[in-house]
């Protein structure tokens, strides 16, 4: 008895062409995107870092203000003086700007320095599936057509 639908089994070189393309075509172009999508959030939780920092050093001051660089554009610095560091302006995106005051805004950055450090874990926990996805088919494939990671 014949059946219509019979399935047959990839041979090993067709396997092989199979798991390198998905590997090639995939898995390591998504491993990348991850890695330069984790790289970015950690620059992001560092310049956060630095702000609050920098708004604690504010709090700090007193009534005679703080005198800091500022930069102009383009490389080009001036000395400022700030009278008044009860307020900040946050740049929240978007071209949106937002005036708060100052312990508000240390809340909104310490908020947004947890979302991202979320955001980095998700992205490390990517990483590392991606990992050992990107092993088992290294694993799976005939050592004559390994690449490298």
Same mark, same amino acid.
């Given at each position: 008895?014949?059946?219509?639908?019979?399935?047959?089994?990839?041979?090993?070189?067709?396997?092989?062409? +199979? /798991?390198?393309? $998905?590997?090639?075509?995939?898995?390591?172009?998504?491993?990348?995107?991850?890695? /330069?999508?984790?790289?970015?959030?950690? $620059?992001?939780? =560092?310049? /956060?870092?630095?702000?609050?920092?920098?708004?604690?050093?504010?709090?700090?001051?007193?009534?005679?203000?703080?005198?800091?660089?500022?930069?102009?554009?383009?490389?080009?610095?001036?000395?400022?003086? +700030?009278? @008044?560091?009860?307020?900040?302006?946050?740049?929240?995106?978007?071209?949106? $700007?937002?005036?708060?005051?100052?312990?508000?805004?240390? !809340? /909104?950055? =310490?908020?947004?320095?947890?979302?991202?450090?979320?955001?980095? @874990? !998700?992205?490390?926990?990517?990483?590392?599936?991606?990992?050992?996805?990107? !092993?088992?088919? $290294? !694993?799976?494939?005939?050592?004559?057509?390994?690449?490298?990671?």
């Amino acid at each position: 008895m014949s059946s219509l639908f019979t399935a047959t089994a990839p041979n090993q070189p067709e396997r092989a062409q +199979i /798991y390198s393309a $998905h590997l090639q075509s995939t898995l390591l172009p998504e491993l990348e995107v991850t890695r /330069y999508a984790l790289i970015t959030v950690e $620059h992001d939780i =560092s310049e /956060y870092d630095d702000l609050l920092r920098r708004l604690n050093q504010l709090e700090q001051a007193d009534e005679r203000g703080v005198e800091t660089l500022s930069e102009l554009g383009a490389g080009v610095w001036v000395e400022t003086r +700030i009278s @008044d560091t009860k307020t900040v302006t946050l740049d929240l995106g978007l071209d949106v $700007h937002m005036d708060m005051p100052l312990s508000e805004a240390k !809340g /909104y950055v =310490s908020k947004k320095i947890d979302a991202l450090k979320k955001k980095g @874990d !998700g992205l490390s926990k990517k990483e590392e599936y991606l990992v050992w996805q990107v !092993g088992q088919f $290294h !694993g799976a494939l005939p050592q004559s057509s390994v690449t490298p990671m």
